[in-house]
């Protein structure tokens, strides 16, 4: 079973910054937060992970609660090309992929 | 550097029958996963290949099958198809295996219809 819980769905307007919340109350130690996106019927894209700093790539920003429950992906001036699912995933302790449902985020003009 | 290949992109077969997908790391990857995705049931981990040794195995029937050749390019099988075998299979490459906590990057995908 997924780690998280996500929202089902958010908009943002273009331009502004899309802030994703995602909790992960139940996440170990030493077990990273990554973000994935997917753009109807691709596969999914790489956006960034973190175990317990702040993190910032070109793509976006990731903001990790001190206590670790919880974080956000901070996308900071959205465009229509950012309308995708997100997905917040712990990995398992096999390291691979657990999928939920995901954030369907809609970046309306 | 030329991202994750899959082939063929869409495929149509009929129940019963049997199917092989194809699947192109990034050069220089060595670990090949794959997924398959639904509307009901989203994304789900179907095993991963390392050195040509499946590490890791989701909770498929039999009837889905994998390998990894020397290239670290891999394949997989499904037999004797089912309906709800109608999915988009991903494939996904690492750098190394998936325990060391490496990214994954995933190919476009194949869109399989079983009718």
């Known amino acids: 079973d997924a780690k998280t819980t996500q929202p089902t769905s958010m908009d943002c307007a273009e331009g502004r910054a899309a802030n994703l919340p995602c909790n992960h109350s139940t996440i170990s130690g030493n077990e990273y937060v990554y973000w994935y996106r997917q753009i109807h019927s691709q596969g999914p894209q790489y956006i960034i992970h973190?175990?317990?700093n702040n993190e910032t790539n070109e793509m976006a920003s990731l903001i990790i609660t001190e206590d670790r429950k919880s974080s956000t992906l901070i996308l900071p001036h959205a465009t229509l090309r950012d309308t995708a699912v997100y997905y917040c995933i712990v990995r398992d302790q096999g390291g691979k992929l657990i999928f939920g449902q995901g954030t369907e985020l809609s970046v309306k003009p | 550097k030329a991202g994750v290949t899959q082939t063929p992109r869409y495929l149509i077969k009929t129940r019963g029958q049997q199917v092989t997908l194809s699947c192109s790391p990034i050069s220089g990857h060595r670990s090949v996963s794959w997924y398959q995705q639904t509307p009901g049931q989203g994304l789900q981990f179907l095993f991963e290949y390392f050195s040509e040794t499946q590490r890791n195995k989701g909770n498929f029937p039999g009837r889905f099958s994998g390998r990894q050749f020397s290239n670290s390019r891999s394949e997989m099988n499904v037999s004797t198809l089912e309906l709800g075998d109608s999915a988009l299979y991903l494939c996904?490459?690492?750098?190394?295996?998936?325990?060391?906590?490496?990214?994954?990057?995933f190919g476009p995908g194949t869109r399989l219809t079983v009718t």
């Open positions: 973190g175990l317990k």
């Open positions: 996904a490459s690492s750098p190394g295996v998936l325990a060391g906590g490496y990214e994954q990057y």
